[in-house]
């Protein structure tokens, strides 16, 4: 066994460039074919997505290859070959409304604040989560720097108090490192959970009074207003202009969960009709939810393609579909159509709320599955799980069967969960993180390619050994979005999963690793999550 050997990893956009160990090794790997005495046609690189186990990757299916000659007339050659890994959205929700999650209490100096996020993220690292879905806009506020809507009171104690710094900033430089996404969460109506707070410049409820109203216990936007919708999308583009988030996820209020009483939204209701509206008024507020929805995906879509937008419904579509189950209907009482968002389109997924118990016999969570993943082939559901049960009314087994049958339902986009919450994963109760590394997250993973970007071609990296010594040759060939580096083992004939080696900052660049002696196809992994061709290296 050979002492690991340092080398380079750059991008290198459109063209094949080389690589070769120096050795004078046959540089093939598992499917790799030679390469020949002369320079060939540019090959691009393609994205290779493999649906094996992530213990288990695929064997990969070579390509032809370039050479290039370096800066002394030598000749490097490079080895392509198809490669790719089980693809699997591991997230967790971090709460912020009521400090479910985060901060632990309101007014902590910046310093305990930092340390608590830290953790968190320390948490998903260590059980190989792969997304962070983070509160940002709990109650028309911001738990962020925004000139659009005033700081959250969750984090001062009081709302407009500054806490001293960035907090979705530094989660993302936190986060990014590690190699977790962070996804942005917004609620798009709520105005305020209690009320009767005290509400600070330039909150939407401030500058637009006549479309703020208490419901229950609780202050809410009308989603009738259009007004009320251009600001929810300008905060939304705000945050996806200015902050390097991996996606922007909805929550399940649209229309505030019913209480009895009506919504009072009579001012845009009456101004619907005198405009000569003629849909009915349940047609009428599901039409302005949809809106919403369809002008958040445009705007992203066009502000960010690789950025993932994607909605977390509640668990029950309309009572009796499908057949036997019940519980409150979404279409007709939040006013809700996740059915229509998919088969537009507008969604990259859905991440319904199953939190019921397996075997529920009104709410039978597989059948709720089936359901849920065969809306749409071409659009990902990524369950929601009720961790926070885990504990109180829920055993180990039953949180771990389900996240098993998510999984046996992947040949129909079921592709990975999203825990509520992240305590019991920070508490580790019942100890759920062994559980999950032992039964499902034993290796990392790249979550699934956005569904528009399959045909995307993402061009290998340049690798690049040095032979003088344990330093390496760091080379920035061309620019182009990364997210990551992703190393693959020619274990027993088969490409394994080695590492995924972060890009923080989501741009080109390099890196160096260390490899033991062996066998090893390194991609280069866009920020829409599609990998290149495999560059093959021995390392002697």
């Known amino acids: 066994m050979h002492s690991p050997r340092s080398l380079s990893v750059a991008l290198a956009l459109g063209t094949a460039l080389a690589c070769s160990s120096g050795t004078g090794s046959d540089p093939q790997g598992p499917g790799a074919e030679e390469v020949g005495d002369t320079v060939g046609d540019t090959e691009e690189g393609t994205s290779s997505e ?101 700081w959250s009171r969750y984090l001062s104690g009081s709302q407009g108090g500054d806490p001293g710094f960035d907090p979705l900033a530094f989660l993302i430089e936190e986060a990014h490192a590690r190699g977790i996404e962070v996804h942005a969460w917004f609620n798009p109506y709520r105005g305020a959970a209690s009320a009767g707070i005290t509400l600070a410049e330039p909150h939407i409820a401030l500058q637009l009074p006549e479309h703020a109203h208490t419901y229950g216990s609780s202050l809410w936007m009308d989603p009738g207003a259009l007004d009320v919708r251009e600001h929810t999308v300008d905060v939304v583009l705000d945050v996806v202009e200015r902050y390097a988030v991996d996606g922007v996820h909805l929550d399940d209020y649209f229309y505030p969960y019913p209480n009895g009483d009506d919504f009072p939204d009579a001012l845009t209701w009456n101004a619907y009709l005198a405009d000569g509206g003629a849909l009915s008024q349940g047609d009428w507020r599901r039409d302005n939810v949809n809106a919403l929805v369809e002008e958040l995906h445009d705007t992203i879509a066009a502000a960010d393609p690789d950025a993932r937008f994607g909605i977390a419904p509640f668990g029950i579509y309309r009572p009796g579909i499908p057949e036997g189950i019940v519980g409150l209907d979404q279409y007709a009482e939040l006013y809700a159509d996740p059915v229509l968002w998919m088969e537009e389109g507008w969604v990259d997924y859905l991440a319904p709320q199953l939190y019921w118990p397996t075997y529920s016999a009104q709410q039978t969570y597989e059948v709720l599955l089936d359901w849920w993943s065969s809306i749409d082939p071409e659009r990902y559901v990524f369950t929601g799980n009720y961790l926070s049960k885990l504990g109180d009314d829920w055993t180990l087994d039953e949180m771990l069967y389900q996240v098993e049958l ?35 997250y034993g290796r990392p993973a790249l979550t699934p390619p956005l569904a528009d970007h399959l045909d995307d071609l993402v061009a290998p990296p340049l690798v690049t050994p040095n032979l003088e010594g344990d330093g390496a040759l760091v080379e920035d060939v061309v620019e182009q979005s990364l997210r990551a580096f992703v190393v693959y083992a020619d274990q027993g004939g088969a490409w394994a999963l080695d590492r995924i080696v972060p890009i923080p900052d989501g741009e080109f660049g390099s890196t160096s690793l260390s490899l033991d002696s062996g066998t090893y196809a390194i991609t280069a992994a866009s920020r829409a999550n599609v990998e290149s061709d495999g560059v093959v290296l021995v390392v002697p």
């Open 50 to 150: 493999s649906s094996d186990d992530s213990s288990s990757d695929s064997t990969g299916e070579s390509t032809s290859a370039d050479e290039s000659s370096d800066d002394t007339g030598g000749v490097w050659e490079q080895q392509l070959v198809e490669v790719g890994h089980a693809r699997e959205f591991r997230g967790v929700w971090v709460t912020t409304v009521y400090n479910i999650n985060w901060p632990s209490s309101q007014g902590l100096s910046a310093a305990a604040a930092q340390a608590e996020l830290a953790s968190i993220v320390d948490t998903a690292e260590a059980v190989n989560l792969n997304a962070i879905v983070f509160q940002v806009r709990p109650e028309s506020d911001a738990v962020y720097e925004s000139s659009l809507e005033p």
């Open 406 to 440: 998510s999984r046996l339902y992947s040949d129909q986009n079921s592709m990975g969960n999203v825990y509520f919450h992240v305590e019991p994963l920070q508490s580790d109760t019942l100890g759920i993180n062994a559980a999950l590394l032992d039964e499902f």
